[in-house]
């Protein structure tokens, strides 16, 4: 079964820090996608960063980067030097081959303050 | 830029009334999902098309819901009749078929509100 663990369900982080947002997940497929998306009060969401399960690289977007352990099963989220505009909801989500369905985790709730 | 539209962005409705929401994904994306969001939680996918075709409507409660994408392109879903319960975002998403790393574009997401 396909499966994405968020552990933290709020985050706090002072501005200009670094914050980490875990995710671990579940999947027997060899050959997957990981992807963080950022999803602000207004509601739309939006895509951050990918990491496909064949990367040996941690992918980076800017500020963020994921840190990628495929032994451990982790693609956690690295946003470093917070703003006050990333205060949000962020979700991780996998990519499977069934299909190419996505599966979401219950998301972590991050406030930045100044 | 090409984005997913989604229409009503906002809709009230009373219990036992039906709604409907449109979307209309990225030209040439084959992969049209829908997901029903509720405050303070994750997208759970209520129905996945590949072109005009169902591929995952496992979580769809069929007896009041109904989606479908008759020419591969646009989309509609249905909800007759709408329950208290059925107040949450529903988000439109597609993406390009095939490959793990196409990620999913997301439109602006329709509020419903069941009175």
């Known amino acids: 079964a396909q499966k994405i663990t968020q552990t933290q369900p709020g985050m706090f982080v002072q501005e200009k820090e670094a914050v980490t947002l875990d995710c671990t997940y579940d999947?027997?497929?060899?050959?997957?996608?990981l992807f963080w998306y950022k999803q602000p009060s207004s509601g739309e969401m939006i895509f951050l960063i990918y990491q496909g399960s064949y990367d040996e690289q941690n992918a980076t977007e800017g500020r963020y980067s994921l840190n990628f352990q495929k032994a451990r099963k982790s693609a956690n989220l690295v946003i470093s030097a917070s703003q006050l505009g990333d205060s949000a909801m962020y979700f991780c989500?996998?990519?499977?081959?069934?299909?190419?369905?996505?599966?979401f985790g219950s998301g972590t709730k991050l406030n930045v303050k100044p | 830029e090409a984005e997913v539209a989604q229409s009503p962005r906002y809709k009230i409705t009373e219990k036992s009334q039906a709604v409907a929401f449109w979307c209309d994904p990225i030209s040439g994306h084959a992969t049209l999902y829908w997901y029903r969001q509720i405050l303070g939680q994750g997208p759970e996918l209520l129905v996945q098309f590949q072109d005009e075709s169902v591929v995952d409507d496992s979580q769809l409660p069929k007896d009041r819901f109904s989606a479908e994408r008759l020419k591969g392109v646009d989309s509609t879903l249905k909800i007759q009749p709408a329950e208290l319960g059925d107040s949450a975002m529903y988000l439109c998403?597609?993406?390009?078929?095939?490959?793990?790393?196409?990620?999913?574009?997301f439109g602006p997401g329709t509020r419903l509100t069941v009175l």
């Open positions: 989500a996998m990519r499977g081959r069934n299909f190419n369905k996505f599966y």
């Open positions: 998403a597609s993406s390009l078929a095939g490959g793990q790393g196409n990620e999913q574009f």
């Open positions: 999947t027997s497929d060899q050959s997957y996608g």
